[in-house]
């Protein structure tokens, strides 16, 4: 069992930056993060492989986004910049343990986190 705690969301105006945290609780095989905005699907944004650091983005956060870890806090960071008003959602902290990693199309990890707020206004 992996615990995922989350922080940093809040309210930033379009053009600003945030940073996420999630803390995870033991070990991970590959980390992501999601977001799901009212009345939309979750929505894959970034993932991680925890021991290669390997990433991967979806296409509408390439370049504005950043998705790092520190294996020794086994912290995982999502740094959001040029935020826009179409980021706004709840974002979610998802982890897996092995027997591969969920593609991000594919919301299907283990773990998840109980998400925190983003809102950018324009």
């Known amino acids: 069992q992996v615990q995922l705690d989350e922080s940093g969301g809040g309210s930033v105006q379009a053009g600003g930056s945030l940073t996420l945290s999630c803390a995870a609780s033991?070990?991970?095989?590959?980390m992501a993060w999601f977001r799901q905005a009212p009345g939309k699907e979750r929505e894959g944004v970034a993932r991680?492989?925890?021991?290669?650091?390997?990433?991967g983005y979806a296409d509408s956060v390439k370049g504005r986004f950043t998705i790092s870890q520190d294996n020794a806090k086994k912290t995982l960071y999502l740094q959001m910049n040029s935020l826009k008003s179409e980021d706004t959602a709840i974002y979610y902290c998802?982890?897996?343990?092995?027997?591969?990693?969920?593609?991000?199309?594919?919301?299907?990890?283990?773990?998840w986190g109980q998400g925190t707020q983003v809102t950018v206004s324009s």
């Open positions: 998802a982890a897996h343990t092995g027997g591969g990693c969920p593609a991000l199309q594919s919301p299907t990890f283990r773990y």
């Open positions: 033991g070990y991970t095989y590959c």
């Open positions: 991680i492989f925890t021991g290669s650091g390997s990433t």
